[in-house]
């Protein structure tokens, strides 16, 4: 609030007046000294329209003190026993920052952060101890390898000696054996308190085929192994003729179009094995699903009979009917039995041996 009271001139050197002890500067709030009035200060000679400091320390306008808050000088309000005005908030709300709740929240939050850390050193300290104290493998052994050695089978499953016993992840060593094409995982022993073996199995060849120019190798269960594009190559195994191949791919299952196909593959193979006769037969003709034919060794390897085996079933019974007639002509007991035609491939066909019917088998001589 702007002063009402107006500065003189230096022309009315009212401050020079007698009563004021103010001799060398001008100065608007001069120290009375005599000639009061009821209020304490002096009336100066200024003029109709001067008024007096009403914020003066000791002034007291009658006319004012109307105008004044009855409680201006009164310190019982919340302005003064309210919150402190620093920790007013904006908005009229205030915060309550007390430094005993700092502090205690402080204390709090390091015992927190304290506790944390001292959980995972002794996590640390525990896995460290672990390590240190769980065995390791001194010994690994080989099952099932044939064609393999020990130590190759170790380098393909991805374990030596030294390696952590328990750690070991058994999915991995199957994924990494089964990789390999002629190998089949079959399981993992750990055997406290330091030794490993491995139990594998190995894929032999078993049959070819032909198939766009290109001689495929095949194991009993259908793996394609090898492949070969030399046209004179003919693999010492069984030959698979009349197959509806799609897809022949080395390292994958051979996929074909019909419909029980592979599957009775995978049962001749598996009769043959059992019954010793997979060096007997020298090939298996699948053209007709229920006509199928097998050329099987006569005499010696010159010497041939075809076998009439029908459609896929009694595939055991049939097998077993075959070599019974077989070992019959073999040993001449068959009266009239002719002698071995050549075919034009310079082998001899001694004839066509039917099993279709397994309890009636029939010969029938070369035409």
Not at 137 to 159: H, L, P, S
Not at 192 to 204: A, F, G, M
Not at 329 to 337: K, S, Y
Request: hydrophobic share 35%.
């Amino acid at each position: 609030m702007a002063r009402n009271s107006r500065r003189p001139d230096q022309g009315e050197q009212g401050w020079q007046k007698t009563g004021y002890r103010m001799e060398d500067a001008p100065c608007n709030h001069a120290m009375p000294v005599n000639d009061q009035n009821d209020t304490g200060f002096v009336q100066s000679e200024r003029g109709g329209d001067w008024q007096m400091d009403p914020f003066a320390d000791n002034a007291v306008d009658e006319g004012l003190r109307s105008e004044r808050s009855q409680n201006l000088d009164v310190r019982d309000s919340d302005f003064w026993s309210g919150p402190d005005r620093d920790n007013i908030e904006r908005g009229g709300k205030h915060k309550d920052i007390s430094l005993e709740k700092v502090k205690k929240k402080r204390t709090v939050n390091q015992r927190v952060l304290i506790g944390l850390v001292a959980t995972i050193l002794i996590l640390l300290a525990v896995a460290a101890a672990l390590v240190m104290l769980i065995p390791r493998i001194k010994t690994i052994a080989v099952e099932g390898n044939t064609g393999y050695t020990a130590e190759e089978i170790c380098r393909i499953a991805g374990v030596r000696t030294g390696d952590n016993l328990l750690f070991l992840n058994e999915k991995d060593i199957e994924t990494r054996i089964n990789s390999d094409r002629y190998l089949i995982f079959v399981r993992v022993e750990k055997q406290l308190p330091d030794r490993l073996t491995l139990v594998v199995k190995e894929r032999t060849q078993f049959a070819w085929l032909r198939w766009n120019g290109i001689t495929y190798v095949m194991d009993a269960r259908g793996m394609v192994l090898e492949e070969s594009g030399d046209m004179e190559a003919i693999p010492a195994m069984m030959k698979m003729s009349g197959v509806s191949v799609t897809r022949c791919t080395v390292g994958k299952q051979l996929e074909v179009s019909r419909s029980g196909e592979l599957e009775f593959y995978r049962s001749l193979c598996t009769e043959l094995k059992a019954m010793k006769l997979i060096d007997l037969v020298q090939e298996c003709d699948v053209i007709d699903m229920d006509a199928i034919r097998l050329r099987v060794q006569g005499a010696d390897n010159r010497d041939y009979f075809w076998v009439r085996l029908g459609d896929t079933g009694s595939l055991h019974a049939r097998l077993r009917a075959m070599t019974m007639v077989r070992d019959v002509l073999l040993e001449g007991g068959v009266d009239g039995c002719p002698v071995a035609v050549t075919d034009g491939e310079g082998r001899r066909n001694m004839g066509t041996i039917d099993v279709s019917d397994q309890k009636n088998p029939t010969y029938t001589p070369p035409q």
